[in-house]
């Protein structure tokens, strides 16, 4: 069965950081591309950052948080983390992990959410102005 779990959302500051997790099954960790998106109120969901298994470990990010958020993976525990740094009030919003439909495709189809076909429960940010 598909299994994402997201956590470590939170309250912070402007400026600060916060570290989010995504808990998966070893089937999905080792055979899918795991992806951060994030939706705030009345907004579409958008893309945060991907990382791919195939290929050897890709990561992908957005423009509006290239150089601040890095996507990782944990092996031993089969967990996708985004560690957010010099957070904005636009950072704010649900944060969910997604299990992509295919095992491997071009950059492109990893920033789509319709590459998705999973997804956990999402977990809140709010960046305090």
């Known amino acids: 069965q598909v299994q994402l779990v997201e956590s470590g959302g939170g309250q912070v500051q402007t400026g600060g950081s916060l570290r989010i997790s995504c808990a998966t099954s070893g089937r999905i960790f080792s055979n899918y591309g795991l992806g951060w998106f994030r939706q705030a109120p009345g907004k579409e969901r958008e893309f945060v950052a991907a990382s791919t298994w195939a290929g050897g470990g890709e990561s992908y990010y957005a423009d509006s948080v290239k150089g601040r958020f890095t996507i990782s993976r944990d092996n031993a525990k089969t967990t996708v983390y985004l560690q957010m740094n010099s957070l904005k009030p636009e950072d704010t919003g649900v944060y969910y992990c997604?299990?992509?439909?295919?095992?491997?495709?071009?950059?492109?189809?990893?920033?789509?959410?319709?590459?998705?076909?999973?997804w956990g429960q999402g977990t809140q940010v709010t960046v305090s102005s």
């Open positions: 997604g299990k992509t439909r295919f095992s491997s495709a071009t950059d492109i189809l990893y920033r789509q959410t319709s590459s998705y076909d999973y």
